[in-house]
């Protein structure tokens, strides 16, 4: 038995192994999009530090009535699943969708700024913004009887 022979054979085994483990990747890379790195350090650490004045710059909208929102929104059902995975915080999701809504920014920019993936935004605010459609009827509401003669 030839000993080089056999260190040549396990050599070549083990350089098939590692090509066929890399040759997916090669025929079916990621995307780069996908890759990029991503921090939500602005969002946690920084956002809900502001003052009065450039929290409601950022978010249009004041401290008292972000909060109040939140309550009433993280309520609803579409902030709940049966999923092993936490969803993010309901002031977190509320907090990108006002500030999309309200800045004129990219998605690009907001997903980068937020630390999260474009998808993952357009998620948030769909949730957010059916969460506050649900709000309406208690908010919403044609004018009827006296008030209506009255305006």
Request: with cysteine; glycine share 2%; charged share 20%.
């Amino acid at each position: 038995m030839d000993l080089d022979s056999d260190n040549k054979s396990s050599d070549d085994e083990l350089e098939l192994i590692q090509f066929c483990s890399f040759y997916p990747q090669i025929l079916n890379p990621e995307p780069s999009h996908y890759n990029h790195p991503k921090s939500d350090d602005w969002v946690r650490n920084v956002l809900f530090n502001y003052d009065e004045t450039r929290f409601r710059r950022t978010l249009r909208m004041n401290k008292t009535t972000f909060f109040a929102l939140v309550n009433q929104i993280k309520k609803h059902s579409i902030f709940y699943s049966n999923s092993n995975n936490l969803q993010t915080n309901v002031e977190i999701q509320l907090a990108m969708t006002l500030f999309r809504l309200g800045a004129p920014s990219t998605i690009w920019n907001v997903s980068m700024l937020f630390g999260i993936a474009k998808g993952t935004l357009y998620l948030f605010m769909d949730r957010v913004i059916s969460a506050i459609r649900f709000l309406k009827s208690q908010y919403v509401q044609w004018p009827s009887g006296d008030y209506k003669k009255n305006t």
